[in-house]
């Protein structure tokens, strides 16, 4: 186990009070980020919380342990779950445990009775073992399709990892979600490689946040793998994103990228950029 993790800009209590500070505060003129590591975010706009793919646990570190493939933890854990006590929307992408984690959901959906949870329409059964919830409780969507809970429309567009897969009824199993609210419109890759129409299904989105992975893709980890540092930022310019935030990097050790090499590739094809710690505050003013 690291000795010394890599510690988070804001955690805990303090982050919480960010939260519920902007939450008050917020309006349908900007909208607030927060990284809250792997490929988890938070966004709040206009008074309302969305909460993407968390991981707030150690639950695949212990699963792990005692295996050829330790997921060994290289950064604080910024918030445990039961603070967030103030999510309207939760999202998972697909069913890995980085982004439908039971140890974050479960408490999660415990101190938000009022939640909306969208998923791949295609994961519905497995979703619901995996966080004990309601058969129904969950909203499903599939590609091509959107819905609009509070004033925000989520459009669900394929993703590739490491293949589009679907089930029996041609759904697709791994998703991204582009978000459109207000005059804003961000894309949450969830877990992805390059595929042929990605650029022509992102681009007419005008999108204004693109949330990309890094860590690239190899077959010695072990796991399904996602666009490394380069295709990250050559995917943000080819889809006209006026910002790209990386992410799962800096959460297990056998599993993550620079990001300074992201941030070179970025400054190479003038695509703008912004790296976030673990925990910190972005907004939208600055874009």
């Known amino acids: ?34 990284w809250l590591a792997q490929s988890g975010f938070l966004i709040q706009w ?20 005692t295996t050829n493939k330790p997921h060994t933890r290289m950064s604080e854990l910024v918030i445990t779950p039961h603070l967030l006590d103030c999510i309207d929307i939760v999202t998972s992408s697909h069913n890995h445990t980085d982004h439908l984690d039971g140890e974050t959901l479960i408490p999660i959906f415990k101190h938000n009775p009022g939640i909306q949870f969208i998923i791949p329409e295609a994961n519905r059964n497995f979703v619901v073992d995996r966080v004990q919830c309601d058969h129904d409780f969950p909203i499903g969507i599939n590609e091509g399709e959107q819905i609009q809970i509070m004033g925000f429309t989520f459009h669900g567009v394929p993703a590739a990892h490491n293949e589009i897969e679907r089930d029996d009824r041609g759904r697709c199993k791994f998703l991204g979600y582009v978000i459109k609210f207000g005059k804003w419109t961000v894309y949450h890759s969830g877990d992805t490689l390059w595929y042929d129409s990605m650029v022509s299904t992102l681009k007419p989105f005008h999108i204004d946040v693109a949330f990309l992975p890094i860590n690239g893709n190899d077959p010695s980890r072990g796991v399904a793998g996602n666009l490394n540092t380069e295709e990250a930022a050559h ?36 695509q703008p950029y912004k790296i976030l710690k673990l925990g910190e505050h972005w907004n939208s003013q600055t874009i």
């Open 235 to 270: 995917l943000g310019k080819e889809i006209g994103a006026r910002l790209v935030i990386p992410h799962h990097y800096d959460l297990f050790t056998f599993n993550t990228a620079n990001p300074e090499d992201f941030a070179s590739a970025a400054r190479n094809v003038r």
């Open 1 to 34: 186990m690291n000795e010394v993790l890599i510690p988070a800009f804001c955690k805990g209590q303090e982050l919480q009070q960010q939260i519920y500070h902007a939450k008050n505060n917020g309006n349908a003129d900007s909208f607030d980020i927060w």
């Open 46 to 65: 206009n008074g309302h919380c969305v909460l993407l793919d968390p991981y707030l646990s150690d639950s695949l570190t212990k699963k792990y342990l």
